[in-house]
Structures are given as C-alpha cells and as structure tokens.
C-alpha cells in the first residue's frame, strides 16, 4: 500500500467500524480517531489496549434481594490500528486466560467484534523493549511494516484477507514473501535468555524489592496482567439492591491475598515482586505453553522508582544465588 493511501483505507474503514488508534495528547494512548491524520506512530502507546476488552470495571450483574439482573452486554465493532506486535501478543495471552481457559462473557463481547491491524516496529520504540528476547507469534488480522514511500501489508487471517479484498483498490498485489528479517525489530532483544527457575532466592531480587512502593503501577499499565477482584456495591438508603462489579487489582498489593481469618499469602514485599517477574517470565508459561511478558517494557518505564527488572535478570549470575535475599 502507498503510504499516502492510508488515510483513506483508515477513512473508509472508519464507515463501519469505530476506529481506534494511537494520538499524542499528554502521552501517546489509544483512542477514537475520527481524522487519520492524528494518527502517532512514532512511538508506542503509554497504556495499552487492555482495557477496551477487561474493563478497568465493570457491573457483573444487579440484584435485589436474591433476584439477579444480568447486564446487557454490547459487541462493539471495532478497528484497532497500530498496534505493535507487543501488544497483539498480549492480546492474544487474554484471549487465553478470558476465551479459552474460560469463557468470559464480558470480555468475549468486548473482543469479538474487533479487527486487529498491526504496526510492526522500524526498531524499538522505547529504550525499555525486549520483545525480541521473548517468543512472540504473528497475530494480527492485518499488518503493516514501514518500508519508506509504502507499507508491505501481511495477512493474517482470513478477516483480514477479506478486508484486503474488500478494499482492494487501495492496495497493490505483491509477490514479496515475508522474511524472518523482515519481522527482527532492531534494539529489542536486551533480556539475556536465561532460566531463572534456580534464582528464585538470589539476592538481587532486593535490588528492586527494596525501592519498591507496591503501587501496583506496573500492573496496571502491563497489557497482560488480569489479577482482579470482585464486591458487591450497595446504596445505604437500601441495601438489598446494588450491582457486583469487577475491578482490576494487582499482585503487587499486600490485599489482594488477604483471605478468611485474616491470612495474607503473599505478606512480605519482595514476595510479591518476585512473584510478579515469575508469573510473567515462569508461571504462566508452565500453564499455558507460552512466556506471559511480551517485552513491552511498560513497568518498567511506567515504575515511580523505575525497577528494571530486565536488567536485575541480566546481571544475575549462578553460585550468587544463596539465600542473603531471605534476611
Ligand atoms: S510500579 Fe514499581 S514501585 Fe509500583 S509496585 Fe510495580 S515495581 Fe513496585
Ligand atoms: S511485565 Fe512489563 S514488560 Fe512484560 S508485558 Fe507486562 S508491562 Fe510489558
């Protein structure tokens, strides 16, 4: 496609769907575009799309009494342009805890109506990225690489075959084939691949459990984090009707695993952190087949004391790796 194609593609496209894409207000973030031109691709969104599918919150049910009125649930239909090849991983990681480990209506509404057109990175939007030292996968209805006076666009499903035919003239047939080179984004490859299953109790992991304020900042801005918790809202003028909403939480709060009788699993401060790194790096893997980080490096830009765990990992080494995190 022409680059000064796009516009119009984006135009038409708009017709039918609501389009979303990254402008730079006070930072760069997703949201509805009506005109193409405020489109910013120079650098990756600060929050990413997460929350147009797992809501912030929302109302699960209503009830009075014991009678339950279930919510209304809307399917957008939604166009989703620029998304880097980050963050349609971590869509697709939600796709796994939220359409196939379960199955979410709330978040199945939210996600099945939408197109996913990607925007592969020219090199790493921010000094924090590591996509390239995880596994990512090709996921994306359409996607576009940079390449000068065009974009080389690559189907990948057969929503985006359609939408490549059905707007046919906007682009011209090419016989170029992918390459893997075409897919290495330059200067994102900083996390050294390295098993840290036998670090668990290394010391360094102080380094960052010690300046960390358990804000819960990091989580909320990672596109694959879904810890959340569920109450109930009630009016004091009648507390027999209210609505049980979810909310986004966070592993980073010493709350979160606060139980019956007053038991928190999770008490101490660098467990948590530790756990965090582990579930995206570990954890997740052994459950799902697939590392749930995908390098986005959002916490770590995002963290008010800046924890970079990325470079904790690179600087551990084996046999320093004795308990001294545990006193
Ligand atoms: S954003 Fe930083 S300080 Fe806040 S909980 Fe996460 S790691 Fe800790
Ligand atoms: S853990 Fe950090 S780098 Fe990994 S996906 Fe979440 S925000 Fe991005």
């Known amino acids: 496609m022409e680059k000064k194609r796009l516009n119009e593609f984006l135009l ?14 006070d930072v760069v973030r997703f949201e509805r575009v009506k005109n193409p031109e405020t489109i910013h691709l120079e650098k990756n969104a600060y929050f990413p799309l997460k929350e147009y599918f797992f809501k912030k919150e929302e109302v699960l049910f209503t009830f009075t009494g014991n009678k339950i009125q279930e919510t209304t649930l809307s399917s957008p239909k939604r166009a989703f342009f620029g998304i880097r090849k980050c963050d349609l991983n971590a869509i697709h990681h939600q796709d796994i805890v939220f359409m ?23 090199s790493a939007p921010s000094p924090y990225c590591f996509c390239g030292s995880l596994d ?12 000068e006076d065009h974009f080389l666009v690559e189907v990948g499903s057969e929503k985006g075959k359609k939408l490549a035919e059905k707007y046919g003239k906007l682009f011209s047939p090419s016989t170029r084939l992918m390459t893997q ?10 996390l050294d691949k ?26 909320a801005l990672c596109p694959t984090c879904y810890c959340f ?29 606060r139980v019956a ?54 600087k551990m080494e084996h046999g320093k790796e004795e308990t001294e995190s545990k006193n």
């Open 181 to 190: 080179a075409d897919k290495v984004i330059p200067g994102a490859d900083r």
């Open 136 to 147: 990512l996968i090709d996921f994306f209805d359409l996607m576009f690489y940079d390449k």
């Open 261 to 314: 009788g007053d038991h928190v699993f999770r008490e101490d401060r660098e467990e948590r952190f530790k756990h965090r790194i582990y579930h995206q790096l570990e954890y997740f893997k052994e459950k799902y087949g697939v590392q749930m980080c995908v390098g986005c490096g959002r916490c770590i830009d995002g963290c008010p004391t800046r924890i970079d765990f990325v470079d904790i990992i690179n």
């Open 100 to 122: 196939k480990d379960t199955q979410d209506p709330y978040y199945i509404a939210q996600r099945k109506n939408s197109l996913l057109l990607g925007y592969h990175c020219p």
């Open 12 to 25: 038409q496209l708009s017709k039918s769907y609501e389009l979303i894409a990254p402008v730079k207000t």
């Open 194 to 219: 390295k098993d840290i299953s036998a670090f668990y109790d290394h010391k360094d992991w102080k380094k960052g459990a010690d300046i960390c304020l358990s804000c819960g900042a990091c989580t």
């Open 229 to 257: 918790e569920i109450h109930d809202e009630v009016k004091a003028e009648n507390v027999n009707k209210g609505e049980r909403k979810r909310s986004w939480s966070s592993c980073q709060l010493q709350e979160f695993t």
